[in-house]
Nanobody, 124 residues
């Protein structure tokens, strides 16, 4: 599985961005797909995951109600729609593919494949 993240950029507080993660390989829907982020000087943290089984979604408390994770089967792409952005959302965002046949995964150690990261900067 290869992952290619895109869509990052500079946005003002309160604005929106949509990140994309294009995946290669035929096991896209047999793995949980997630987004993580890493701010300068901080550890990588979980943002959101979409389950492999039924597409259920789960979010970190810090982004709940503002971010929406989704996937498109027609083009093997996962998205993260980010709204009401805050300066504390500034980070490099990574998409990741979890272990085959696992339903959900919330920690980085449970993910086998990672995209290269896309930078999001939210100005105040």
């Amino acid at each position: 599985v290869q992952l290619q993240a895109s869509g990052g950029g500079l946005v003002q507080a309160g604005g929106s961005l949509r990140l994309s993660c294009a995946a290669s390989g035929r096991t896209f829907f047999l793995r949980p797909m997630g987004w993580f982020r890493q701010a300068p000087g901080k550890e990588r943290e979980f943002v959101a995951v979409i389950a492999s089984s039924d597409g259920s979604t789960y979010y970190a408390d810090s982004v709940k109600g503002r971010f929406t994770i989704s996937r498109d089967s027609s083009n093997n792409t996962m998205y993260l729609q980010m709204s009401s952005l805050k300066p504390e959302d500034t980070a490099v965002y990574y998409c990741a593919a979890g272990r085959l046949f696992r339903v959900v995964a919330f920690t980085s150690s449970e993910y086998d494949y990672w995209g290269q990261g896309t930078e999001v900067t939210v100005s105040s």
